[in-house]
């Protein structure tokens, strides 16, 4: 049984997305080679700073549009909900089959307008889920970037498109290195999604309720109010599972935007004033765009980036990178969702308290920067994270697509 129906997912995605800058054919190879290269030389500059090392070497980054955004996220999500379909399908009361067929339509066309939102905003994105290849292999995860938006956001920012580029590569290159360098921790996200999905109360009244709570949501939001629709429609026993996720993706971000701003200033001349930039842009947008930034939850991941990088910056200035690589021996040593807000009680736990300096005495490294209040991917989720946009004067700043069923592209 098909939940959503994906191929309608894409033809509306595509069709709404708002079209890109204007840019020449020579200034779309420019910026597609010069993003290949420098997501190269970030990953480098991202493995020395993190010590986090992995045997495979990375694949060179896809530079994709953003239909090839919205493209390559459908498939994400094909196999991101494929337990919930299967239950769906294989659970003993099955909708009629015109239940069936309606509603995966309409969640369809929801799923592609969401998508067309994002497709103009996401700068970069690591995949990390992907469907299997030719040979049944699973792949690792893929690193994107949105050529589109990256030149749209520099030009709309006036920031030097070089510094402002390899900028984005560092917060990006530093999802690849850590889902590479780390083999349990994409597995680790993997399963604690299927048991969220997996937790949901399918039947049809406590479907309805969750769809009257999730009406109720967009009025509160479009009042001025912080709700949004994940929080609406998820089951108890999925907030459990929710505060887990939301620990090590915050963790995950945060590090993110951490490195990138810790390596910048080394490597990225014009860093403050792109930062600053980039924090003015955000906070811009109409009434309208803020709404939609709420209720699909990017407000939220906003300061996920906020509070991931004061919990790293706080520890690494207390135990140093070695301490705090300890965050990747296992499950187990990830923080919780309160040991975010309290890195002391990570360092108890995990490191002991020795490395914890005295109540009086500054810890010895600790950085005196601003550290990272914002980031560039608006990733998700690592299934996804970033902002850019597309050039119709050119057929798409975009690989073409890949031999197979996987159409491919993003940040």
Same mark, same amino acid.
């Given at each position: 049984? $098909?939940?959503?129906?994906?191929?309608?997912?894409?033809t509306?995605?595509?069709?709404?997305?708002r079209?890109?800058? $204007?840019? =020449?054919?020579?200034?779309?190879r420019?910026?597609?080679?010069? /993003?290949?290269?420098?997501?190269?030389?970030? #990953?480098?500059?991202?493995?020395? *700073?993190? +010590?986090?090392?992995?045997?495979a070497?990375?694949?060179?980054?896809?530079?994709?549009?953003?239909?090839?955004?919205?493209?390559?996220?459908?498939?994400?999500?094909?196999v991101?909900?494929?337990?919930?379909?299967?239950?769906v399908?294989?659970?003993?009361?099955?909708?009629?089959?015109?239940?069936?067929?309606?509603?995966?339509?309409?969640?369809?066309?929801?799923?592609?307008?969401?998508?067309? *939102?994002?497709?103009?905003?996401?700068?970069?994105?690591?995949? /990390?889920?992907?469907?299997?290849?030719?040979?049944?292999?699973?792949p690792?995860?893929?690193?994107?970037?949105?050529?589109?938006?990256?030149?749209?956001?520099?030009?709309?920012?006036?920031?030097?498109?070089?510094?402002?580029r390899?900028?984005?590569c560092?917060?990006?290159?530093?999802?690849?290195? $850590?889902f590479?360098?780390?083999?349990?921790?994409?597995?680790?996200?993997?399963?604690?999604?299927? #048991? *969220?999905?997996?937790? =949901?109360?399918?039947?049809?009244?406590?479907?309805?309720?969750?769809?009257?709570?999730?009406?109720d949501?967009?009025?509160?939001?479009?009042?001025?109010?912080?709700?949004?629709?994940?929080? @609406?429609?998820?089951?108890?026993?999925? +907030?459990?599972?929710?505060?887990?996720?939301?620990?090590v993706?915050?963790?995950?971000?945060?590090?993110?935007?951490?490195?990138?701003?810790?390596?910048?200033? %080394?490597?990225?001349?014009?860093?403050?004033?792109?930062? @600053? +930039?980039?924090?003015?842009?955000?906070?811009?947008?109409?009434? /309208?765009?803020?709404?939609?930034?709420?209720l699909?939850?990017?407000?939220? +991941?906003? &300061?996920?980036?906020?509070?991931?990088?004061?919990?790293?910056?706080?520890?690494?200035? &207390?135990?140093?990178?070695?301490?705090?690589?300890q965050?990747?021996?296992?499950?187990?040593?990830?923080?919780?969702?309160? #040991?975010? =807000?309290?890195?002391?009680?990570?360092?108890?736990?995990?490191?002991?308290?020795?490395?914890?300096?005295?109540? !009086?005495?500054?810890?010895?490294?600790?950085?005196?920067? %601003?550290?990272?209040?914002?980031?560039?991917?608006?990733?998700?989720?690592?299934?996804?994270?970033?902002?850019? !946009? %597309? @050039?119709?004067?050119?057929? %798409?700043?975009? !690989?073409?697509?890949?031999?197979?069923?996987?159409?491919? !592209?993003?940040?």
């Open positions: 049984m $098909q939940v959503i129906d994906w191929d309608l997912a894409v509306t995605g595509t069709r709404l997305v079209s890109g800058p $204007q840019v =020449s054919r020579e200034e779309a420019q910026a597609v080679t010069e /993003l290949r290269t420098l997501s190269r030389e970030a #990953e480098g500059h991202v493995r020395e *700073f993190t +010590k986090i090392h992995a045997e070497a990375p694949q060179p980054a896809t530079i994709v549009d953003r239909p090839g955004w919205i493209r390559a996220n459908v498939e994400g999500f094909r991101v909900l494929e337990p919930l379909t299967q239950r399908g294989d659970g003993a009361n099955p909708p009629p089959p015109i239940v069936a067929a309606v509603g995966s339509r309409i969640t369809g066309v929801e799923v592609g307008a969401v998508l067309a *939102f994002l497709a103009s905003r996401v700068l970069g994105q690591y995949e /990390l889920f992907l469907p299997p290849d030719p040979a049944g292999r699973e690792t995860g893929r690193l994107t970037l949105v050529a589109p938006n990256i030149v749209h956001a520099e030009r709309e920012m006036n920031v030097d498109p070089h510094d402002f390899l900028w984005v560092l917060h990006e290159e530093t999802h690849r290195v $850590q590479t360098g780390v083999p349990w921790l994409r597995e680790y996200i993997r399963s604690q999604m299927t #048991e *969220f999905l997996l937790a =949901s109360d399918l039947d049809l009244t406590t479907l309805l309720e969750r769809l009257r709570s999730a009406a949501t967009v009025a509160e939001v479009v009042r001025g109010g912080d709700g949004n629709l994940i929080d @609406a429609i998820q089951t108890p026993a999925q +907030k459990a599972i929710l505060d887990r996720l939301t620990a993706m915050t963790l995950v971000e945060g590090h993110g935007d951490y490195v990138m701003d810790a390596v910048g200033p %080394s490597v990225v001349p014009s860093v403050a004033d792109i930062r @600053a +930039k980039f924090a003015a842009r955000r906070e811009s947008g109409s009434r /309208l765009d803020r709404t939609v930034r709420r699909l939850g990017i407000e939220l +991941k906003m &300061k996920q980036y906020a509070e991931g990088s004061a919990f790293v910056r706080t520890v690494v200035g &207390k135990a140093g990178m070695d301490g705090f690589n965050v990747w021996t296992s499950p187990e040593t990830l923080p919780t969702i309160a #040991e975010i =807000s309290d890195p002391d009680a990570w360092i108890r736990r995990v490191i002991g308290s020795s490395a914890l300096p005295a109540a !009086d005495t500054p810890a010895a490294g600790s950085p005196t920067g %601003s550290g990272s209040t914002d980031s560039t991917a608006t990733d998700s989720t690592v299934i996804g994270s970033g902002a850019a !946009d %597309s @050039a119709p004067t050119d057929p %798409s700043p975009a !690989d073409p697509p890949p031999a197979g069923p996987r159409p491919a !592209d993003q940040t």
